[in-house]
C-alpha cells in the first residue's frame, strides 16, 4: 500500500511516465491531484512514444480526454526517447534468437537506460513509471528512485 504524497513530498524535480500512468489506469488520477495540489514542484513527462506519439499537442490532447484537466501549464518538458533508440529495440525484438546475445544487449542498451540517464542529466530526483523491465537498469544505474505506478494506493 503506497500513499503517493508520502512518496513524493520529498523531491522537487519529479519525472512521470505518459502511458499506463498518466493516461489509461485509474492511477492516473492520483499522480494529477498530487501534481494540481503541488503545483510549485518541476515535472516532467518522461517517455517512450517516439516517432511523432511524443509532440506536445498529442501528449497534452490525450491527457486532456483522459483527466480532463488541462494539464499544460503543469509541465515543464516532454523528455522522449530518441528514434534510433526506439527503433533499435523493435529491431532486438524482431532479431532475437538470429543475432548475438552482445548484439542484442548493445540494440537494447540505450532504451533501457534512456529514462535513468534522461533524469540524471535533467537534475529529476525521481521517476514514476508503471514499466519497471523497462527502467530498472537505467535507475539503478543512474541512482534514480523509481516508484511502481501500479504500487500506488492512495493521495
Not at 515543464?76 to 526506439?86: K, Q, T, V
Amino acid at each position: 500500500i503506497m500513499k503517493l504524497s508520502t512518496e513524493l513530498d520529498k523531491y522537487n524535480n519529479i519525472g512521470i511516465d505518459l502511458d499506463e500512468t498518466l493516461i489509461n489506469t485509474d492511477k492516473a488520477f492520483f499522480i494529477a491531484k498530487y501534481i494540481i495540489n503541488n503545483p510549485d514542484k518541476n515535472y516532467y513527462i518522461v517517455t517512450f512514444r517516439s516517432h511523432g506519439l511524443e509532440e506536445k499537442n498529442r501528449v497534452f490532447n490525450s491527457l486532456m480526454t483522459y483527466l480532463r484537466v488541462d494539464m499544460r501549464k503543469y509541465f515543464i518538458n516532454i523528455i522522449s526517447i530518441p528514434y534510433e533508440d526506439y527503433e533499435n529495440k523493435h529491431i532486438a525484438n524482431v532479431q532475437k534468437g538470429v543475432i548475438s546475445k552482445e548484439k542484442y544487449d548493445s540494440l537494447l542498451y540505450n532504451y533501457l537506460h534512456f529514462k535513468g540517464k534522461r533524469c540524471k542529466e535533467l537534475g529529476i530526483e525521481v521517476l514514476i513509471d508503471d514499466d519497471i523491465k523497462g527502467v530498472i537498469l537505467g535507475c539503478t544505474k543512474y541512482n534514480i528512485p523509481l516508484i511502481n505506478t501500479n504500487e500506488i494506493s492512495s493521495l
